[in-house]
Structure formats: structure tokens, C-alpha cells
T-cell receptor, first 113, second 111 residues
């Protein structure tokens, strides 16, 4: 069964901490994506990557960075967590050049206190 | 770029049909998708329709596509409590296969 795995389902972090959210896929997908989901706002794209070491800003990149050192792994980094980054974070992956849709992870609910 | 709009909430009685509507602006997407998100979980691909089709049926699900009006709908027949979830429509826009999602419609099924 193909999978996108996010390392944590729930995280609680303190304001100012550096936070790492990890995502691993086993489908050899070229594209990987990080979204945040907030009530009434739907899914908002933070960053995406279409190849190893490549990254592109999405709609709301401020306060975030990403790392993709290996094809299967895409990390989201909150450099200095703030309370307004409390949210559900969703990772997804897809093939490049094919309209097959995305496969999503189960999500990480992050609370910053 | 693509803009996808959905109503935010739908309430139906168990056993009735549910119809969730979506409008989009970019007609270049080869496929249009419906995703389902159950409470506390990620999104699962529910069904999709090829852009040159008008209708697709998959068991209790019927997808209708009106390309002229850029309108997509998802009909769920005999709606069950297990269908309670948030439903997102999505289409591709621009390069890098970026999917653009609607805000999601929360379907509440009551007895």
C-alpha cells in the first residue's frame, strides 16, 4: 500500500522553538507539498518541491523553510514557532507531468503555546 | 491562476441524497478531483472526472461536470453517517502539477 507518512500526529511546542515536521513517501514521486489547514480557510500551500534540493514558495511561505535532501523526504521547518502557526499541517506528493492527483499524509496537528 | 469555490456547509438527513457543488475558473485541468477528509485525518482521493466527460458514476457517487459553466458537483446517494466529512474539489493550474483546492464543504448527516 503506497503511503505518505508524517512523523507525528500531534505536537506541542513552545513559542520561539525551532520545529521540524517530517514527511516521507514511498511512491518515488517527484513532487512534494506542504499545506496548512485552518477552519474556514481550506488548504493553503506553504512550499513545494519538484526535485531533490529544489523548492518553490507557495502562497504563505513566511515563517517557514523546507529541506529536501532525498527524493523521498520533505521537511518543513518553523524557524521560530509562534502561536499563529498553530494549525493542521498536511504533506502530499505526486508524480510530475501526470494529472494523477495527490496522495496525502494523515496530518500533524501542531499547537504552539 | 485557478480559483475554486465551494459552499462551506451542507446538512442532510440519513438516507437522502447529498449534492456538493463547486465552481472553478481555470479550464485547463485535465482531471478534476473530489477529496474526502474525515475528522482528524488527511485527505483521501474520493473520485475524479476526466475533463472531456460530463458524468462519472462510481457506486453511490455521481460526478457531474458542466464545462461551459465551469461547474462541478458530487452527488452521494443514500447518504450515511459515515459520509460525514469535509469534501474538497480540486483542479490543476499552472506548472509543477499544482492542485488548487476549494475551501471544503462540511457535510453533516443527521438521523
Amino acid at each position: 500500500d503506497v503511503k505518505v507518512t508524517q512523523s507525528s500526529r500531534y505536537l506541542v511546542k513552545r513559542t520561539g522553538e525551532k520545529v521540524f515536521l517530517e514527511c516521507v513517501q514511498d511512491m518515488d514521486h517527484e513532487n512534494m507539498f506542504w499545506y496548512r489547514q485552518d477552519p474556514g480557510l481550506g488548504l493553503r500551500l506553504i512550499y513545494f518541491s519538484y526535485d531533490v534540493k529544489m523548492k518553490e514558495k507557495g502562497d504563505i511561505p513566511e515563517g517557514y523553510s523546507v529541506s529536501r535532501e532525498k527524493k523521498e523526504r520533505f521537511s518543513l521547518i518553523l524557524e521560530s514557532a509562534s502561536t499563529n502557526q498553530t494549525s493542521m499541517y498536511l504533506c502530499a506528493s505526486s508524480y510530475q507531468g501526470k494529472d494523477y492527483g495527490y496522495t496525502f499524509g494523515s496530518g500533524t496537528r501542531l499547537t504552539v503555546v | 491562476g485557478e480559483d475554486v469555490e465551494q459552499s462551506l456547509f451542507l446538512s442532510v438527513r440519513e438516507g437522502d441524497s447529498s449534492v456538493i457543488n463547486c465552481t472553478y475558473t481555470d479550464s485547463s485541468s485535465t482531471y478534476l478531483y473530489w477529496y474526502k477528509q474525515e475528522p482528524g485525518a488527511g485527505l483521501q482521493l474520493l473520485t475524479y472526472i476526466f475533463s472531456n466527460m460530463d458524468m462519472k458514476q462510481d457506486q453511490r457517487l455521481t460526478v457531474l461536470l458542466n464545462k461551459k459553466d465551469k461547474h462541478l458537483s458530487l452527488r452521494i446517494a443514500d447518504t450515511q453517517t459515515g459520509d460525514s466529512a469535509i469534501y474538497f474539489c480540486a483542479g490543476f493550474s499552472g506548472g509543477y502539477n499544482k492542485l488548487i483546492f476549494g475551501a471544503g464543504t462540511r457535510l453533516a448527516v443527521h438521523p
